[in-house]
């Protein structure tokens, strides 16, 4: 069932507010306060919402993501289809899909903007923000292309996690008693919206050529400004050396990375203790050359070579300021400036196609590359221990012997 054009055409000059914050600071929503129709049920929907985001309140990544997901449904649900989230079927969540993937362009903005303002000292909805946003590749950026809505896409992870929250979401409101049925379960033909592929996606990760070049200049920067960048020399490691995500070295609700989560145990063996994805907790061993990269790091705090059990001191600390950084997009940053520097060493040297690649370099692919490199010398199950991954499958995707072996043979085939 297709939503009315001529309505739709109606409703894309109403601009969506942001209805979430944070975990601590909610408001109350007004976006239709003239329909009477919207009085009756969208208080409870907003009531019913709420309760389900604070059920991830300890979880700070998987709120922002179900806050993002939960947040357009509604927005769609009230100015869209105005009618309360109980009373949609299969169908009208097919037709949310749809409209997620083909939003109006009054709903995508082309940057990302705080959701909330404070104005005379209260939190307001930002005006700028919307629901979607226009965005594109780092390399574009640098190549001087700008956002475009015309040119907006939904990637087939974004549809999954989609159906992913709305069901999380329906299966909270059956758990309250608050409606009888998940219409995202009686969705049958999930394909219509997600393509299937027959092989893995390729894991993201540093080249041979690409990888020496980062921690090269990595340790270059901490020569050159040894105060700031032997930090990030550190985290350049310690992402690569212990397959770090970047939500396990920031501070959160959850977790705080402190000196003495480096620990020895009664055998002389250090490990790196860590709560990571799902809020699990994991110990990673660490490297004679990770060990090595901690006592270079600690001497450029002037500190002891190696950190005590009762070193309760930031791992990542602050420049200024108390405590240690919990902001994802402050590490982001100073790896960027690494992936930056490399690229422009690689350009000096001829390395023209590799520095190019590295130019869409993302954090993650430095967890990527140093499972990649592992698990080649490494048993598979020490490096899907280390790395936390639920299972040896997910730990052999980093395999490529296999796919070698196949590109190999491909090459003698004959078309004659």
Not at 76 to 85: E, F, N, P
Not at 87 to 116: A, Y
Not at 151 to 175: D, E, G, H, R
Request: aromatic share 10%; hydrophobic share 35%.
């Amino acid at each position: 069932m297709k939503t009315d054009p001529d309505k739709l055409f109606l409703m894309s000059n109403i601009i969506p507010k942001a209805v979430f914050n944070t975990v601590e600071s909610t408001i109350e929503v007004d976006l239709l306060p003239n329909s009477s129709v919207y009085q009756l049920y969208a208080k409870n929907d907003y009531r019913y919402a709420r309760e389900f985001l604070l059920a991830y309140k300890n979880n700070k990544e998987t709120f922002k993501t179900y806050r993002r997901e939960i947040e357009r449904f509604l927005q769609w649900s009230w100015l869209i289809k105005q009618q309360s989230i109980l009373d949609h079927k299969r169908e009208n969540i097919e037709e949310f899909i749809s409209f997620c993937q083909k939003p109006l362009k009054s709903w995508i903005g082309l940057n990302q903007v705080p959701r909330f303002i404070v104005k005379d000292g209260l939190d307001q909805a930002n005006p700028n923000w919307r629901p979607f946003v226009a965005e594109i590749s780092k390399s574009s950026v640098k190549q001087g292309e700008k956002p475009n809505k015309n040119n907006f896409t939904l990637s087939q992870s974004a549809v999954k996690i989609i159906f992913a929250a709305l069901s999380s979401f329906y299966n909270f409101l059956i758990q309250g008693e608050h409606t009888t049925a998940n219409p995202v379960s009686l969705i049958k033909q999930k394909g219509t919206f997600i393509r299937k592929k027959q092989a893995l996606s390729p894991i993201r990760r540093l080249t041979q050529d690409q990888w020496p070049y980062v921690i090269k200049a990595a340790e270059m920067m901490a020569i050159e400004n040894p105060e700031q960048d032997c930090r990030t020399l550190f985290i350049i490691q310690a992402l690569y050396g212990m397959y770090l995500r970047i939500s396990e070295l920031v501070a959160s609700e959850r977790w705080i990375p402190q000196m003495n989560s480096f620990y020895k145990d009664a055998d002389g063996n250090w490990w790196f203790r860590v709560v990571g994805k799902g809020n699990k907790e994991r110990d990673i061993s660490v490297s004679d050359e990770m060990l090595e990269a901690l006592r270079q790091y600690r001497s450029s705090l002037s500190l002891s070579p190696l950190p005590s059990p009762i070193d309760s001191s930031p791992l990542i600390p602050k420049f200024t300021g108390q405590g240690g950084v919990s902001d994802t997009r402050h590490i982001r940053s100073l790896v960027q400036k690494c992936f930056d520097k490399a690229y422009l060493l690689m350009l000096r040297d001829n390395k023209k196609d590799d520095a190019t690649e590295l130019k869409i370099a993302t954090v993650h692919w430095l967890r990527h590359t140093g499972i990649s490199d592992d698990v080649k010398i490494r048993p598979r199950e020490h490096v899907r221990d280390d790395a936390g991954h639920s299972s040896g499958a997910i730990t052999d995707k980093y395999i490529d012997i296999e796919k070698k072996a196949r590109s190999l043979s491909a090459k003698k085939k004959k078309l004659v």
